[in-house]
């Protein structure tokens, strides 16, 4: 039986229970200062093309990179800050959400009652 490459959305929350949230927090913004053009400090297009072997991802044609950074450009200036890109990363996981999501079900049922959210 051949085994699944581990992809980004198994490897992130691997990472937080491991590091926890402020060391998940830390490499993330290592992770964006690798990226980044030290000039605007901001990945931007050329910094992210250039950068692209260092994630593995040097096989994405352009229009790929591109679209991953409109994904995260919640401000449109075709680029991405810091925190756009730790929101995007967060979002990109989206079982690392999983237990946050229980918690606040759980709390809404005992706030509001069992039928609540359901």
Do not use: H, Y
Not at 16 to 44: S, V, Y
Not at 77 to 93: H, K, T, Y
Not at 100 to 105: I, L, T, Y
């Amino acid at each position: 039986m051949a085994r699944r490459p581990v992809e980004f959305e198994d490897f992130l929350p691997l990472m937080a229970d491991k590091l926890g949230e402020d060391g998940l927090m830390e490499e993330l913004c290592n992770g964006f200062r690798l990226l980044m053009d030290p000039r605007r400090r901001l990945i931007t297009f050329d910094s992210l093309k250039r950068n692209a072997g260092l994630l593995g991802l040097d096989g994405l044609r352009d229009d790929e990179l591109r679209a991953m950074l409109r994904e995260g450009d919640t401000d449109g200036d075709g680029a991405l800050n810091q925190w756009e890109f730790c929101v995007l990363m967060v979002r990109l996981s989206p079982q690392l959400m999983e237990a946050p999501r229980r918690w606040m079900d759980q709390a809404s049922r005992e706030t509001f009652g069992p039928g609540f959210m359901s």
